[in-house]
């Protein structure tokens, strides 16, 4: 892949995301609200985010990033009247990491709110919840993709876009939980996986598509 911008980046993977997801996977939302990759740019260009300056070298590398590399990445400043796509990641000792992709798009509190829950141990993820239980605890918390709380005009297309940035992170970095092998999607989506599944098979908890 050439050397492309942030925007160009993001917008394509987002693209490719959703192209790839079967239509029994997603929201028929989707469809309607992103068509086309040129639907995916006007909405990124309309809502201006906040992304992490690191993202597009990471995602145009040769090489998988590492979790430390991804934790290092220059995280967003959480706010109340921002909604965001955020990496949690959860450690223990002996134990190999764990990643999980996720959004804040809350009317109140915005993604703050969401990483308080995180902070407070409430309303977590099944799976995140799990694997506290089991003893890992939450190392970092950082935000990777944020815009300004929509106007209510603009609430549906701007929470889909989030969700949908969540989907093409998840994807990228294939913090995705399967809970059998041989489950059909899993093959489908996962050349979405740049460096190759076994990179970074186990250390997944996300259950995300569009």
């Not at 992103?34 to 990471?58: G, H």
């Not at 970095?173 to 999607?185: C, G, R």
Request: charge should be neutral.
């Amino acid at each position: 892949m050439a050397s492309l911008s942030v925007e160009q980046v993001i917008c394509q993977l987002a693209w490719n995301t959703l192209s790839a997801t079967p239509r029994t996977m997603k929201s028929v939302d989707f469809d309607r609200l992103f068509p086309d990759i040129q639907a995916i740019t006007n909405a990124f260009r309309k809502f201006r985010p906040t992304v992490a300056p690191e993202l597009a070298q990471l995602l145009q590398g040769e090489a998988s990033p590492t979790l430390q590399e991804l934790k290092e990445v220059s995280a967003i400043e959480p706010s109340t009247d921002t909604w965001g796509v955020y990496l949690a990641f959860l450690e223990m000792e002996e134990a190999r990491a764990r990643l999980y992709t996720g959004t804040g798009t809350r009317l109140d509190g915005g993604v703050e709110s969401r990483v308080r829950n995180y902070q407070h141990g409430s309303a977590l993820s099944a799976k995140v919840r799990e694997f506290l239980d089991l003893g890992f605890e939450i190392a970092h918390i950082g935000i990777i993709f944020s815009t300004p709380t929509p106007p209510a005009a603009d609430l549906r297309l701007c929470r889909a876009l989030h969700r949908l940035i969540e989907a093409t992170f998840t994807y990228a970095f294939w913090s995705v939980y399967s809970v059998k092998d041989t489950t059909q999607y899993r093959y489908v989506m996962e050349g979405l996986c740049f460096w190759g599944r076994i990179l970074w098979s186990g250390m997944a908890l996300t259950c995300r598509t569009p």
